[in-house]
């Protein structure tokens, strides 16, 4: 993958004005070149998106190419993407998906970093993370309502329902990473946050998730005692190395609450070794892939001791999702796995209610329009305390990155509600242009993955992965109008498959047929695999709302 550093950047049209055949590819379009907006992307002249390598297209040949295929696609066809390069076109009809996209995947016995780095490297596959490759990452607020809610479960069940007075330490502050400061101030607490690189340190300062940026560690630990004894709400980043840093907290026994990681672990190529410069790690990783995995490792095990140390001090520690424990598991460490996945620790019930996070863009590019569903989405759900507290405060202190668009969690028997509700928007000229509505692949019925979101299920069916192909063919039988199925993201080749779906409210009637279908059927299956898997609560949700589930009297 060659950089392309002089090629003018990428940032997605705005307004009414059409440059394909219609408002579905449109927003296809658009939603593409959002992912690779400057703005967005963490590091956009590689296509790299976010977490670590996750990239939108192939090349910047296949950029190019879906680009032209979009602007000509007709209603009645089928753009499919193979692993971020377009690889035909066919003739499907109307409620079809416009691109069906296949990220990463790799047979079973291949499925891992060494065979998965070979085949990139001959140009035949791409690392599409979650959202990256299937072209709905809309910034860090992306995931910034999802770590709001599992830090207000952390305050709920250790600390009376606030982090007001506590610290929590964690490392990484990158594309999704960088949500953790202001999730961890939104809840009224404190953050120390580790970072080797000082240009994401800056830049989530600029987009105004972190408030300030430490001299050293000295002063790092000054100001958050400082504003922990004040009560006060506030976000510290500290460049340095979170194997080194993490071990020097506990050994100075630094008051810490909360502890957990958001660097690029998934990936050992992406986590920093000690004693090299970030500067350095690409081509290191480049020259030496076994002996940076090697270094990584050995960093990881270390970091992880250093959490364990916490934990064992009394500090909640968690995983939140990228693989930590694995890599140093791998490193030597043995007990790697003595704390919990945030999923199994603090969001499963939500999973069983077929709750997970939503999002919306406007693809006019217009505040207002975002403005206009927030308000939207308050009106239909009156009655939800959580929601109205985030959308208010999302409102006010969100930035957007690229498009505007917003995040919320909503569930089974609500999604489709919000979607219906922004087509008459549309329709209506409410909002100015379309909007596309669409998910991570982090929900409820969409993902398997052991080491997160399917971690510890009741019925021992963590590693089972016919759940996110059922839920990637649901969304194409539904009418969405673009479907991706991945592997590897979150957590890494080899432990990871996972499904997306996008649709797009244009406002018309059969934009709206086909929402009623996506909307409830998508997160059906989040309730299904878990009534399946015997969680009294998701047979409870689909007896009350109608949800078919045969042999459920087994
Ligand atoms: P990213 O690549 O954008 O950022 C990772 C950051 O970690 C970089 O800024 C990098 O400089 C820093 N880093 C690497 N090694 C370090 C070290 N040793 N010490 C300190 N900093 C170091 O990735 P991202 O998008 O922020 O994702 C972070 C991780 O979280 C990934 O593994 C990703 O798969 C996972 N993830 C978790 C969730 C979730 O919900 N919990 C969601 C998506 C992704």
């Not at 509600?417 to 242009?433: D, H, I, K, T, W």
């Not at 998508?522 to 042999?551: F, I």
Request: hydrophobic share 45%; proline share 5%.
């Amino acid at each position: 993958m060659t950089s392309s550093p002089t090629r003018p950047a990428v940032r997605a049209p705005r307004g009414t004005e059409l440059s394909c055949r219609g408002w579905q590819q449109e927003a296809v379009l658009r939603m593409l070149c959002n992912n690779l907006d400057p703005e967005v992307a963490e590091h956009p002249e590689d296509l790299v998106v976010y977490g670590g390598t996750g990239r939108a297209a192939r090349s910047w040949e296949a950029f190019d190419a879906i680009v032209a295929c979009l602007r000509d696609l007709a209603d009645d066809e089928t753009l499919l993407v193979q692993s971020g390069k377009p690889v035909g076109v066919l003739r499907t009809h109307t409620w079809a998906p416009r691109v069906l996209i296949a990220n990463a995947n790799l047979v079973g016995d291949w499925a891992d970093w060494t065979q998965f780095r070979r085949l990139e490297a001959a140009g035949l596959t791409m690392y599409g993370q979650m959202t990256a490759g299937s072209w709905i990452y809309i910034g860090t607020q992306g995931i910034l309502q999802g770590t709001f809610e599992t830090f207000a479960a952390v305050a709920r069940r250790r600390f009376g329902g606030t982090l007001a007075g506590t610290i929590t330490l964690t490392a990484g502050l990158g594309g999704m990473g960088g949500a953790q400061p202001l999730a961890v101030t939104m809840n009224d607490g404190v953050a120390l946050c580790v970072e080797a690189d000082p240009t994401r340190v800056e830049r989530r300062i600029a987009h105004r998730y972190l408030d300030v940026r430490a001299d050293d560690l000295d002063h790092a630990l000054r100001l958050a005692v400082e504003a922990r004894d004040a009560r006060r709400p506030l976000s510290i980043g500290v460049v340095g190395n979170a194997a080194e840093v993490v071990p020097e907290l506990l050994r100075r026994e630094a008051p810490i609450d909360v502890v957990t990681d958001q660097t690029s672990a998934h990936d050992p190529l992406a986590y920093l070794p000690v004693g090299m410069a970030v500067d350095d790690l690409r081509a290191a990783a480049q020259a030496d892939p076994e002996g940076v995995t090697e270094r990584a490792r050995a960093a990881m095990a270390t970091h992880i001791e250093a959490m364990v140390g916490f934990a064992d001090r009394g500090a909640e520690v968690f995983d939140y999702g990228n693989s930590l424990r694995d890599e140093a598991r791998r490193g030597g460490y043995e007990r790697a796995f003595a704390f919990p996945g945030f999923v199994p620790a603090y969001i499963r019930p939500q999973f069983e209610e077929g709750r997970g996070p939503f999002r919306w863009a406007a693809l006019s590019g217009d505040p207002a329009d975002i403005a206009a569903t927030d308000r939207a989405v308050l009106d239909l759900f009156p009655h939800d305390d959580a929601l109205r507290r985030w959308i208010t405060m999302a409102g006010e202190r969100v930035a957007f990155e690229g498009l505007p668009a917003r995040i919320c969690w909503l569930g089974y028997g609500e999604r489709h509600r919000a979607g219906l509700r922004f087509n008459e928007m549309v329709a209506s000229g409410e909002l100015s242009a379309p909007v596309v509505i669409g998910r991570d692949h982090l929900d409820a019925g969409s993902v398997a993955s052991p080491y997160r979101e399917t971690e510890a299920m009741l019925d021992g069916s963590d590693a089972i992965a016919d759940w996110p192909l059922l839920n990637a063919l649901v969304s194409t039988a539904s009418g969405a109008t673009w479907v991706s199925l991945h592997h590897g993201g979150g957590v890494g080749i080899g432990r990871s498959q996972h499904a997306g779906q996008v649709c797009v409210a244009d406002g018309t009637a059969l934009a709206a047929a086909k929402l009623e279908r996506v909307l409830t059927n998508d997160p059906a299956t989040g309730v299904l695999r878990h009534a399946d898997a015997g969680y009294p609560h998701a047979r409870a949700v689909a007896a009350e709302r109608g949800l078919r589930v045969p042999m459920e009297d087994r």
